[in-house]
């Protein structure tokens, strides 16, 4: 069964960076379009980011020109960028992915950031 696995999360300063990692258990190119989302204690999950097998990118508001996100051919993994981190983006960060042809949704188990000073 396909599976995605989030890594790179930990415990960083307000204004530092950290890159997290998605990376499935098949290949790169049989997914269509990879979201990123986050879910603060006590808060709803929330989109953050997305990019298509086709390189298009979007984000949120609370993100953009903070985050990238990207697809990593070589690595077989998607990647979100995190720079200038704020307090606020404390969240446990999943990523899903869409295959082609599949309207099926995966997410991965998610991974830990937390901006602390």
């Known amino acids: 069964q396909f599976q995605l696995v989030e890594s790179g999360g930990g415990l960083v300063h307000p204004g530092g960076s950290l890159t997290l990692s998605c990376t499935p258990s098949g290949s790169l190119s049989n997914i269509y379009v990879s979201n990123w989302h986050r879910q603060a204690p006590g808060k709803e999950r929330e989109f953050v980011a997305t990019v298509t097998n086709g390189h298009l990118t979007s984000y949120a508001d609370s993100v953009k020109g903070r985050f990238t996100v990207s697809r990593d051919t070589a690595k077989n993994t998607v990647l979100l960028q995190m720079d200038n981190l704020k307090p606020e983006d404390t969240a446990t960060y999943y990523c899903?992915?869409?295959?082609?042809?599949?309207?099926?949704?995966?997410w991965g188990q998610g991974t830990q950031v937390t901006v602390s000073s």
């Open positions: 899903n992915a869409r295959l082609i042809g599949d309207m099926q949704i995966y």
